[in-house]
């Protein structure tokens, strides 16, 4: 089972930054779509930002503003830059990968691939 490796979260004050990592396997996964998510007890995962494999990318309502998507397709990597961060923000946070499809990049159930989550907790 092909997984990406994730690292980065932890714990912060209100109103500060942390940044996600996620690293892929293949080369390949320089084609793919990728995305972040995060799920809360009892929540489904929602989508936060993602960036296809052309560089396009999308933001949650929510993170819009305060965080920043980006991929390194040398790396193979994805980061997520979170700033401003709120208590609501407390999450397990998700990277994954999808193959380029006609599903909008916003939907969990289309990823292919996902990383092990990771936890951000916000403190107020």
């Known amino acids: 089972q092909v997984q990406l490796v994730q690292s980065g979260g932890g714990l912060v004050q209100a109103g500060g930054s942390l940044t996600l990592s996620c690293a892929a396997p293949?080369?390949?996964?320089?084609?793919?779509?990728l995305g972040w998510f995060r799920q809360t007890p009892g929540k489904e995962r929602e989508f936060e930002a993602a960036?296809?494999?052309?560089?396009?990318?999308s933001y949650a309502d929510s993170v819009k503003g305060r965080f920043t998507i980006s991929r390194d397709n040398d790396k193979i990597t994805a980061h997520l830059q979170m700033n401003s961060l709120k208590p609501e923000d407390t999450a397990v946070y998700y990277c994954a990968a999808k193959i380029r499809d006609l599903v909008p990049i916003t939907t969990a159930r289309s990823y292919n691939y996902w990383g092990q989550g990771t936890q951000v907790t916000v403190s107020s």
């Open positions: 960036v296809s494999w052309g560089g396009l990318t």
């Open positions: 293949y080369r390949t996964f320089t084609y793919y779509h």
